[in-house]
Each structure stands twice: as C-alpha cells, then as structure tokens.
C-alpha cells in the first residue's frame, strides 16, 4: 500500500516534470515549435535560453540563416495579388452547392449565387436568383485575421422589401472547426437582413495566405528543459 507521503511526492513530480511533447514560443519576434528533448543541453551550438509563457525555462537551439530569420510582413497589395490567385484557380468556371433543409444554394464564381427547391423527381421549383455578376475582390480584416469579400448584386425583386436580393461573399481560411479534412472547398449560408445574404466560401489553400503565423509554418526548434 503505498503511503500519503509516498503518493504527495508522485503526484507533484509529475505536475513539475510531465509537459507535453510540442509547444510554441516566441524569440526576438520569430514563433517557434519547441520539440521537447530529454537530459541536458549541449553548451554552445547556438543554444539560447528561452521560456514560455508559464515561466518554464529552457535551452533551445536556433540556428543561424533563412530558417531563424525573421518573417517580413506581406503588404495589403502582395496580399491582395496572392489572395486572388488562389481564389481565381480553386473557383473559376466551377460552382459550389450547398444543401440545407428544403432548399439548395448554388454559388458559381463569377456568375451568380441561386436559391432553389429539389424535389424527388428532379424538378426545381421555385428558384430565386440572390445576386449576378462579378465584383472585384477586397481584402479586410477582422478578429479571425484576413479575408477577401466581393458582391453579387441586382438579384431577384424581393417580395417583402420590393429591393433586389444581395449577397456578399466571404473568401476565408476554414476555421479550426470546419470540416474540410476531404474537401478543399466549403460553402456556408445565412440571410443577415431580410433578402440579404452572406456566403462565405472557405478555401484551404488560403490559410498561408490570411494566416501565416499558422502551426503548420512554424519552424521547429530542440529544446531541453532547465531543471528547476
């Protein structure tokens, strides 16, 4: 049986000395991945002492040149160029559709974005168009980072606002709870005022892009904890 005493010194040695095998930090501006090694650091070889936001201390190895060199930040219009390219590619001459309840939204890059009912037969009806043409793309900002917009507009009349329907378009990197693991595309839909619509077309190939500080761009450093 083990004793109280015996079981306190477990349990804290474990608090202290247990941490996960990857983490991140930061070091004179560059995000780093820490992969955790066991025993001691070598002295020199570019090890710099470094420490998390917890305080835990440790040595790490960051080596010299390209891969330790500090990002430079893209400008609005280098954004602007990439963004287009990679929506311009994934979207051109294709449609997106989308199913929810009774109705199915089709959205066609450049075209249009259709609202409509299928029924078991395969006959439509009815259907609404929720806005036509091109619009130039823009670039914004908001609190989940960069994303592109455009407008379709002149949609069909609105039978409650006597206005023709609108839909603004949403270009972004998937959030973390998208499923998208298949599908390199995805396509969501909600009516934000009535008539007026908000589509937001999420691109995997775009997270680079809008996000580029992301877990997957991040270099990856050896670090060994300093004993307390």
């Not at 963004?83 to 890059?109: D, F, M, P, Q």
């Not at 409650?160 to 839909?189: D, F, H, K, M, W």
């Amino acid at each position: 049986m083990i004793q109280p005493q015996a079981l306190l010194i477990t349990f804290i040695f474990a608090i202290v000395f247990v941490q996960p095998s990857t983490s991140e930090l930061i070091h004179n501006g560059i995000n780093y991945r820490v992969d955790l090694k066991d025993g001691i650091a070598e002295s020199g070889h570019n090890y710099k002492t470094m420490k998390l936001q917890n305080g835990t201390t440790y040595r790490c190895r960051v080596e010299e040149g390209p891969a330790g060199q500090k990002r430079s930040e893209p400008t609005d219009a280098e954004l602007q160029s990439a963004g287009v390219s990679v929506i311009t590619k994934n979207l051109n001459k294709r449609c997106v559709v989308h199913a929810e309840g009774w109705w199915t939204y089709e959205y066609c890059h450049g075209k249009h974005v259709v609202q409509y009912h299928m029924d078991t037969k395969g006959k439509v009806f009815p259907k609404y168009s929720l806005g036509t043409g091109p619009s130039n793309l823009s670039l914004h900002r908001d609190g989940e980072g960069v994303y592109f917009s455009s407008t379709s507009t002149e949609g069909d009349v609105c039978d409650i606002t006597g206005l023709p329907r609108s839909t603004v378009v949403q270009y972004r990197c998937p959030t973390s709870g998208a499923s998208t693991t298949s599908q390199e595309l995805q396509l969501t839909l909600k009516e934000v005022r009535t008539c007026s619509y908000l589509v937001t077309v999420s691109i995997r190939e775009l997270c680079p892009i809008t996000h580029p500080n992301s877990e997957k761009d991040l270099s990856i450093i050896p670090c060994h904890q300093v004993a307390l």
